[in-house]
Structure formats: C-alpha cells, structure tokens
C-alpha cells in the first residue's frame, strides 16, 4: 500500500517549482499552512527531508531533486487515468485514424490537431498518409475512420458505403527552378513544356489528374513532392498544388510559369470520405465541422 497521496505530490512539486509555498498555495488553490503540512507528512512518510527550509524561501534538497521527475509522472498518468475515464464516460472517442493525400496542407492538419487536443485532450489523432486508393480501402475495411482525398475523375459509387463532402478546391499551377529556361522565361507555351521533363506526383496519378495533364513526352513519376522541387533545379517542370510550393523550403528557388494556354490557377476538388454505416461521434463530429472550417479559410 502506498504511504503517500496524491495531494501531497501535488504540494511537493507546486513548492518545488514556484520555489515558495505562498506561491504554491495560490497556484492549486490550497491554503499556506495545509501545503506545509502535505509536504511535511510526504517527507515523513517517505523517510527523507525534501526542502531545506534555513533559508527565506525553501530550497529543494539533492533527495527532493530526485524524486521531483517521477512525482510529476506519477500525477501526469493520473491526470491522463482521470482524462479517459471522464471521456469514455462520456461516450467520447479514444482514438481517431484519419487517411489523407499527401496534397492536405499541412496548416490544415495542425489547426485540426490543435483544436481537438485542446478540446478533447484524452483522444488521439493518428495521421496516415496513403494514397486514394489505398484510403478508400482503408475506410471501407474500418482500418480508417476519415479519409480525405483528392477528387476522382469518376464520383464514389454508392456500392462502396461511402458518403463524402467536397471541402473545396486546392489551386494548382506550372512551376520550375527560377535559374532554369522556363523559370527565365516571361511566357510558356505547350510546345515548351512539351519539350521539357515533367515530372508527375503519384498521388495525381490515381485521380488521373496526371493522366489528364501529361503534356510532355519525357516524364518522371516521383511519390514524394519535396523530391520533385529538388529535381527541379536540375531542369524540368511540374503541375502542383500551390500550397505544396510556398510552404516548402524550396519558395524563394521554385518559380510559377506564366503559361498563354491557362488564364487564371488550376483548381482539383478535395473531399472527405466517411463511411455510411457508421456511427458519428462527438469528436468525429467535432474532426468533421473543423475540417470544413480549416478549408473555408482556405479559400478567404
């Protein structure tokens, strides 16, 4: 049986981290004299003294010092313990799989992630990237509990179980490296792209967004976009979400073509996927309304 509590670990690190046990007292809300009583009764039942208290303010002493990391991990697991009794109680869900093209901007998955773990700390987010084809997949075998991926050329067939909510249109342009010949050119046209590498993501490929747009004759499939912007400065060209680009460490080297046979951005849709059959709860409900939020100020 432990000798301690709870509430005297808890007064032991508030005195050991304000230095003070006035401070102490004010930060959990507990009186001066009840924190001196709590930390003495821990130092008694644990057989060692944990503050030199000579001084005007108490100094933690070499014993205290080595026990302060796992005191605060013991009642960061009992917040943790407290935190999913309280969220399974109240129906919420533990965890939530969400599937995503590797177009999904990353300002995106951080305000998604944030909004939730503020609001419901207890429940975890786990983020895959994978293809379309693969997060369909996922979703219909239940591995996934969200997938958001680009649009296809040919709408979900209602025999998959699957219901989607189109969340907005991603603008894509031409880009190439800024010291190459298309990034000094002022204008481009087909014939020049045609006579150029052009390298493809694959993720466009399964939406046959790179199908549609193969213009050259020379063409490099890549998985990964980051690898795409570095090759580019070997030459080459490549159709990219916009976002992709300026978020990269490659910004200020990559250049949008201006390109005669387009006036204004490409834009592809980006839906998110859930199941039909399938319960919606406070959280994946909550994953859902942010997620439309995140991709209207997108496009503000």
Not at 233 to 252: R, T
Request: glycine content about 6%.
């Amino acid at each position: 049986m432990l000798r301690f509590s709870f509430e005297q670990l808890t007064a032991f690190v508030a005195v050991a981290e304000t230095g003070s046990f006035s401070k102490a007292a004010k930060s959990i809300h507990k009186d001066r004299s009840t924190l001196h009583q709590q930390v003495g009764n821990l130092e008694i039942d644990l057989g060692i003294t944990l503050f030199d208290r000579s001084g005007k303010f108490p100094k933690i002493t070499f014993e205290g010092g080595s026990l302060l990391t796992q005191a605060k991990h013991i009642l960061y697991q009992a917040q943790l313990l407290q935190n999913s009794g309280d969220s399974l109680a109240g129906g919420l869900e533990k965890s939530l799989t969400i599937y995503h093209d590797i177009s999904l901007p990353i300002s995106v998955i951080t305000e998604v992630q944030s909004s939730i773990q503020r609001r419901f700390p207890s429940t975890r987010l786990n983020w895959i990237h994978r293809g379309r084809e693969e997060s369909i997949k996922a979703l219909a075998q239940q591995r996934a509990d969200l997938a958001l991926v680009l649009s296809g050329v040919n709408a979900v067939l209602p025999e998959k179980g699957l219901a989607f909510t189109n969340l907005g249109y991603l603008p894509f342009s031409f880009f190439a490296h800024k010291d190459t010949l298309l990034g000094k050119s002022h204008c481009c046209n087909l014939a020049d792209l045609e006579q150029n590498l052009q390298y493809v993501a694959e993720n466009h490929m399964e939406v046959d967004l790179g199908k549609m747009l193969q213009i050259s004759s020379q063409q490099a499939v890549i998985s990964n976009m980051d690898i795409i912007l570095s090759l580019l400065k070997e030459g080459g060209w490549a159709l990219l979400p916009n976002h992709v680009v300026s978020s990269s460490l490659y910004a200020q080297q990559i250049k949008k073509l201006n390109v005669d046979f387009m006036n204004s951005d490409g834009r592809w849709a980006f839906i998110l996927l859930t199941r039909t059959q399938q319960n919606i709860g406070k959280v994946k409900s909550t994953v859902i309304k942010e997620f439309k939020k995140s991709f209207k100020s997108l496009g503000s």
